[in-house]
């Protein structure tokens, strides 16, 4: 079957989760990969949303975390003062999937503003809970386009951390996770160096070359040595997230 970049983006995202997780899930690309997972391979990943859903089984793609499609297929709603205190701080999460503006080499996340911070020139939504999911879940997946707009030499403004600006901060650093582990984009996979924390691309999606790759990132990018392509997306894993696109459509269109 044909796809799009934007499918083999989210389809790759989707099979980053395993099945039996707990996963607390950003509104927007991580959303939709985290439900394809739930959808296809992953029946009892445990999705988790920042308003205190637990266990959300939406039919339809959420517009935000205040949707009222997570409350109502959830197996329960906590407060929000719960989830972060109990939930996040006390290592009940896996993996927080994430989406940005912004990425650098070592993984930090601008989701604040663009340009300088006295005067920008455009201001962001902010992190919402993405610091404390960034710091506390086990690990961090991450999602986004590639282009040299969102991955940048050194973000505007760390509203995330992921290694901090020399790769080291998290070094030391007790009751924390593992932070970063993997970035899918509608280009490639990448992965932290274990050493110095740099991003380093470990997959090429299918027909995309290095060339593109190092065209649309803002610094020298590093290649793997062993560098290998990225899976397909099966028949039925397009079936599922072009249903899960068209059924969300129609919803916030009014039409069912």
Request: charge should be negative; proline fraction near 6%; charged fraction near 20%.
């Given at each position: 079957m044909e ?5 083999m983006m989210?389809?790759?995202?989707a099979?980053?989760?395993e ?7 950003g ?5 939709e ?8 391979h992953?029946?009892?990943?445990v999705?988790i949303?920042?308003?205190?859903t ?15 499609e997570?409350c109502e297929?959830a197996l329960?709603?906590v407060?929000?003062?719960?989830m ?36 920008p020139?455009?201001r ?6 993405a610091?404390e999911?960034a710091?506390?879940?086990g690990e961090?997946?991450?999602?986004l386009?590639h282009?040299?707009?969102t991955?940048?030499d ?7 951390l ?6 080291k901060?998290?070094?030391?650093v007790?009751?924390?996770?593992r932070g ?12 932290p160096?274990?050493?110095t ?11 995309v ?6 065209d ?7 290649f ?16 599922v ?10 919803k ?5």
């Open positions: 796809y799009t970049s934007a499918e989210t389809v790759t995202a099979k980053a989760l099945n039996g997780m707990t996963c607390f899930v509104i927007g690309l991580p959303s990969a985290a439900n394809l997972a739930r959808l296809t992953a029946p009892d990943v999705l949303y920042e308003s205190g637990l266990q959300t089984k939406p039919d339809v793609l959420p517009l935000s975390i205040g949707d009222g997570l297929s329960t709603t407060s929000v003062p719960e972060f205190r109990y939930w996040l701080q006390g290592g009940k999460i896996d993996v927080g999937f994430l989406g940005t503006a912004q990425i650098d080499r070592y993984c930090n996340l601008n989701t604040t503003l663009i340009g300088d911070y006295q005067a020139k455009v962001l939504p902010g992190g919402g809970g610091p999911i710091t506390c879940a961090v997946f991450i999602t386009k282009s040299k707009r991955f940048v050194q973000v505007d403004f760390i509203t995330t992921g290694f901090g600006r020399d790769g901060a998290r070094d030391g007790p009751n924390i996770g970063p582990t993997r970035v899918i984009t509608d280009l490639c996979v990448m992965k160096d274990p050493e924390r740099e991003l380093v691309v470990v997959s090429l999606h299918p027909g070359t290095v060339e593109q790759v190092q649309a990132t803002g610094w020298e990018i590093r793997a040595e062993q560098l290998d392509t990225t899976p397909m997306p099966s028949a039925n894993e397009l079936d997230l072009r249903d899960l696109k068209a059924r969300t459509e129609r916030h269109a009014g039409e069912a």
